[in-house]
């Protein structure tokens, strides 16, 4: 099955810088969804975005759906510890029947480390 | 609280042997799903089911086996046939086009 790319794979940062990540695929996809994964627990999700240019914000969080619809951005202001864990973009592909829910196409994550 | 369990935390599993991982969820979703997390990748669908009585075939099926018997409850077994099965086990449900909510996960290890 396709994986995203998503980049970067690890990211350093000190504590009240931003980060800024990415996920790039060669299909488009209808939604796009950021999840954060902390230790030994299930991704929860921060932002979904549903059309194409759109820009949502969680808080810090601010994600983006690119306009070519095969891309997505996540940016983070003023870092604070909590933040650290793995995030994770997910891509639906485009609706072809109107119910039911498409499978979920997963980035292979990036992990955020703060350092003191 | 609604939301999705999943058990045990941890399992460990001995050569030969088939294990069933427990997914339940009381958010009333229709769809559920099971996937695999390995060190350093995204997540792979294993199965999912959009309706009781009934599951699909996700990217990694080989090796595992699924029932939905209830909308509530939809248990994943690992059969001796999969090789490598160590590994974090996710299971996530939604409800008509609301994103996936995942459960906490069960670690599985070989003995």
């Known amino acids: 099955g396709q994986q995203l790319n998503q980049s970067p794979q690890s990211m350093f940062i000190q504590e009240g810088e931003d980060v800024s990540m990415n996920c790039t695929s060669s299909s488009i996809f209808n939604t796009w969804l950021w999840y954060k994964q902390d230790p030994g627990e299930g991704p929860v999700l921060l932002i979904a975005?549903?059309?194409?240019?759109e820009l949502t914000s969680n808080g810090r969080l601010t994600a983006q759906f690119g306009i070519t619809r095969k891309d997505s951005f996540l940016n983070i202001s003023a870092s604070i510890p909590s933040d650290v864990g793995i995030y994770f973009c997910a891509g639906q592909p485009r609706r072809i029947a109107n119910f039911g829910n498409e499978k979920l196409t997963f980035g292979t994550g990036t992990r955020l480390t703060i350092i003191p | 609280d609604g939301g999705i369990t999943q058990s045990p935390k941890y399992l460990f599993r001995k050569e030969g042997q088939n294990v069933t991982l427990s997914c339940e969820q009381n958010?009333?979703?229709?769809?559920m799903y099971w996937y695999r997390q390995d060190p350093g990748q995204g997540l792979r669908l294993i199965y999912y089911s959009q309706i009781v009585n009934d599951f699909q075939k996700g990217d990694i099926a080989e090796g595992y086996s699924v029932s939905r018997e209830k909308k509530e409850s939809f248990p994943l077994t690992v059969t001796s046939a999969q090789k490598n099965p160590t590994a974090f086990y996710l299971c996530?449900?939604?409800?008509?086009?609301?994103?996936?909510?995942f459960g906490d996960g069960t670690r599985l290890s070989i003995l």
């Open positions: 958010l009333n979703h229709d769809a």
């Open positions: 975005l549903y059309k194409a240019g």
């Open positions: 996530a449900s939604s409800v008509g086009r609301q994103p996936q909510h």
